[in-house]
């Protein structure tokens, strides 16, 4: 049974950070590309990065660029997504995703077959 979770959001005050975590079962991790998106109130969901299968590639959202990291542990089955100087905006629910294709440039949910149920992260002072 394929499953994906998610931990580590919470309330940070702007400047702040905070690492989440997405622990995968069910599929062999390292066959798969992982992303991780967000959907704030009433907005659509949106790419903030994703990494390939090995960790060796990755490519991020401008919005996030420079104070989001993300990485990938395939001895324990875990993405991660380090978030630093976080901003009000960046405030929405955080979900991690697989699909089976590095697709560089691609910043759409095309192809993530694999969803997990997501993580709040809230920005605010």
């Known amino acids: 049974q394929v499953q994906l979770v998610e931990s580590g959001g919470g309330l940070v005050q702007p400047g702040g950070s905070l690492r989440l975590s997405c622990e995968a079962s069910?599929?062999?991790?390292?066959?798969?590309?992982m992303g991780w998106f967000r959907q704030a109130p009433g907005k659509e969901r949106e790419f903030v990065a994703h990494i390939s299968r090995s960790g060796g590639s990755t490519e991020y959202a401008d919005s996030v660029k420079g104070r989001f990291t993300i990485s990938r542990d395939n001895a324990k089955n875990t993405v991660y997504l380090q978030m630093n100087s976080l901003k009000p905006e960046d405030t929405a629910v955080y979900f991690c995703a697989a699909r089976p294709t590095w697709y560089s440039g691609s910043q759409d949910s095309a192809g993530y077959d694999y969803w997990g149920q997501g993580t709040q992260v809230t920005v605010s002072s």
């Open positions: 069910g599929w062999t991790f390292s066959t798969r590309v």
